[in-house]
């Protein structure tokens, strides 16, 4: 196990012990000593129905025009890596989201001056386990994380929560190491 997997269970056994008393304390220990991954573990605690963090679309209602704004605008969420996601560091700053399927991804903030893109784009209004804002320079998977905050009017994630977004983008191999991080309440 790498450093960073320890660091993700540490802050996922408390966040989840914290919301949870129903959870025996060995469980995510005992699931990783016996091999498993990380994914694994905290995939089947979720769908084993177990109180995790997530944070829900707090504004339903401008929904559907958030959604057809950036479909007519041709905002699509991307992972690290994946075509176009240069493009959208290098503009400027992202929204970014963790799914509850795990999965990191980002989309531009702005596509100009008078067209914010909302972070429910990126799980078409689903909730989330963490969501903000970063900015990140780079390119051909070599990033560097530069800030990173839980701002989110939508979802209103937790200032804990910026934790498993920043091990996320490291866990994605972007240098997370000198990030200004900004925990919004």
Not at 124 to 149: F, H, K, N, Q, R
Request: charged fraction near 20%; hydrophobic fraction near 40%.
């Amino acid at each position: 196990m790498i450093a960073e997997d320890v660091e993700l269970v540490i802050f996922v056994f408390f966040l989840v012990k914290a919301r949870s008393p129903l959870l025996p304390t060995a469980t995510l220990a005992t699931n990783l000593s016996s091999g498993l991954s990380l994914n694994s573990v905290v995939t089947q605690s979720f769908s084993n129905n177990v109180p995790s963090p997530r944070f829900s679309n707090q504004s339903p209602g401008s929904l559907d025009d958030e959604l057809r704004s950036a479909d007519e605008l041709g905002i699509r969420p991307v992972k690290v890596g994946e075509a176009g996601f240069d493009d959208i560091i290098n503009e400027g700053t992202v929204k970014w989201a963790v799914t509850t399927e795990l999965e990191l991804l980002v989309i531009p903030k702005f596509l100009d001056v008078s067209n914010e893109i909302y972070h429910t784009v990126i799980t078409l209004g689903e909730p989330v386990l963490a969501a903000g804002e970063a900015e990140i320079v780079g390119s051909d998977g070599s990033y560097i994380l530069l800030t990173i905050s839980n701002h989110s009017g939508h979802f209103r994630p937790t200032s804990e929560s910026l934790e498993l977004g920043i091990t996320a983008f490291r866990q994605q191999g972007i240098d997370t190491s000198n990030a200004d991080i900004e925990y919004v309440e």
